[in-house]
């Protein structure tokens, strides 16, 4: 009969089979580990979870008292997924979380719908002039202004922060599909994004349509940079009319030149990802290429002061025309509003003319 070995046992032994099926299980439990546990017994005071056949777990405390709302939704032989805090106590128990393995999940959950692409439905819970505040997963969650779509965008002349709040006060309590658009789970930043979900549609519908081609458009909003536009016959397409685009000559404000709900004709001079850019000015007659033709060199002029500027004063001449007089002429911007007035006409000599930088630079005739 042969003798058995005190190897044969060993490498037999059941605990063999289950560390080579699991080898994570060998591993010793470290704070930060997240396991799926078994409820195993719960009073107001404490829980106690067997975390994977690895040893007991204890949840008591501030840890019990933030997992109140998760224990309910437990019943004893249920499983959910726990933090280690700390591997082991004085007592020899596993202290552990429930609210830190939910928030580990849910960052989780945040980064495979960032990698997907997919939507989520959120409700607006408050606003601030730069957007909306919301949560996504229990998580703090911000959708900013630009990141609105073209219906919920805040449309508001010189760019008004009381009034951009008022717009977007509107919008709480409401349903917005977003897509997430940036996150960091250390920061606890969380950045969502409507454009990004309707934006999808927008460039479907842009494919009809060709930089040069000349559309009815709307307007729907104005802020210092620029004029907001809808196209009339899709009014889901927004673009932007910049303010260098609006007019050949300088302008400080688009409200000097449009006003809301205008129905106008703009030429498309820029398609990219989604956004569309117009042109006023690209349909207007440009008064410069006939400048040389009324204009010359030291010729007397008769014009009016339309405004000041850092540099000077800007003169409307003949011809939808304007020139510069240079602060330099007058010593001091002080000096200059002294000299001249907004409004009165003046006559002026001309010392330059630059019709490709759309340039006519006055002197004040003695």
């Given at each position: 009969?042969?003798?058995?070995t ?16 699991n ?7 470290k ?6 546990a078994t409820l ?13 056949g ?18 309910k939704n ?8 726990v ?6 106590n004085?007592?020899?128990f596993?202290e ?7 928030w580990?999940?849910n ?14 439905m959120?409700k ?10 919301t949560d ?7 959708i900013?202004?630009s ?7 805040p ?12 717009e977007?006060k509107?919008l709480?309590?409401t349903e ?7 996150f ?12 990004e979900v ?14 040069g ?10 802020a210092?940079?620029g004029?907001?536009v ?7 397409i ?14 400080d404000?688009?409200?000097e ?7 106008m ?6 398609i ?5 850019t ?11 290429d006939?400048?040389?033709k009324y ?9 009016v ?7 000077g ?14 602060v330099s ?5 002080e ?9 009165s006409g003046y ?6 003319i630059?019709?490709?930088e ?9």
């Open positions: 009969m042969k003798t058995q005190t190897e044969e046992p060993k490498k037999n032994h059941p605990l063999n089979n289950v560390l080579k099926n080898p994570d299980f060998a591993l010793p439990i704070e930060g580990n997240v396991f799926e195993l017994s719960k009073n107001n005071q404490t829980a106690f979870f067997d975390i994977e690895r040893g007991t777990g204890i949840l008591y405390g501030s840890e019990m008292l933030n997992a109140k709302d998760i224990l437990i019943n004893v032989g249920g499983k959910c997924s933090t280690i805090t700390l591997p082991e004085d007592e020899g596993i552990i979380s429930l609210v830190k393995a939910l580990q999940q960052w989780q959950e945040i980064k495979k719908l960032r990698e997907s692409g997919e939507t989520v959120v607006i819970i408050s606003a601030n002039s730069g957007g909306l505040m996504l997963y229990g998580i703090k969650s911000f900013p202004v990141q609105l779509s073209t219906a919920h965008y449309h508001v002349e010189d760019s008004d922060k009381s009034k951009i709040l008022e977007l509107k709480i309590g917005l599909e977003v897509k997430v658009l940036d960091n789970a250390k920061a606890e930043k969380l950045i969502l994004s409507e454009k309707t934006g999808e549609g927008v460039k479907k519908s842009l494919e009809k349509y060709h930089i081609d000349i559309v009815d458009i709307i307007v729907a909003g104005m210092d940079f004029v907001f809808k196209f009339a016959d899709d009014p889901s927004e673009g932007l009319v910049h303010i260098s685009e609006i007019d050949h000559k300088l302008i404000s688009p409200k030149s449009v006003k809301v709900n205008d129905l004709k703009a030429k498309i001079i820029e990219k990802d989604g956004r569309v117009l042109s006023f000015k690209a349909l207007k007659p440009n008064p410069w006939e400048a040389e204009f010359a060199i030291n010729q007397e002029v008769r014009g002061v339309a405004k000041f500027n850092p540099f004063a800007l003169i409307a001449l003949d011809h939808d025309l304007q020139g510069l007089i240079h002429e007058f010593e001091s911007s000096k200059m509003k002294e000299a001249i007035k907004i409004g006559d002026f000599i001309i010392s330059s630059k019709p490709a759309k340039r006519i630079i006055l002197k004040l005739k003695k």
